[in-house]
């Protein structure tokens, strides 16, 4: 796994979406997984992008280095407020 995304700021949008805002270190595109791991009871939690977006508007690929806002879906979500990477 690498890292893919900085978190800067995180929250729920519902109870299975949350919006994290910050800089992708990859390219990620809606579709994509990434992961958070949680080293303190040694697991992964999941979530799906199934939105981006970019200087006020949308896209399908976060280009590397870009800053950014992702709509994750997944269980869990509560992990993205702890965490200050996402990986793929």
Known sequence: MKEAFLI???RAI???EWLVKGRAYEDVKVGDTLFI???EVSN???FKIVKLETYGGPVTVLNRML???ITLHGRNGETLL???ILMI
């Open 8 to 10: 800067v700021e995180a």
């Open 14 to 16: 519902s109870s299975s």
């Open 37 to 39: 791991l949680i080293h």
């Open 44 to 46: 992964v939690e999941a």
């Open 67 to 69: 800053t950014g806002e």
């Open 82 to 84: 702890y965490s200050k």
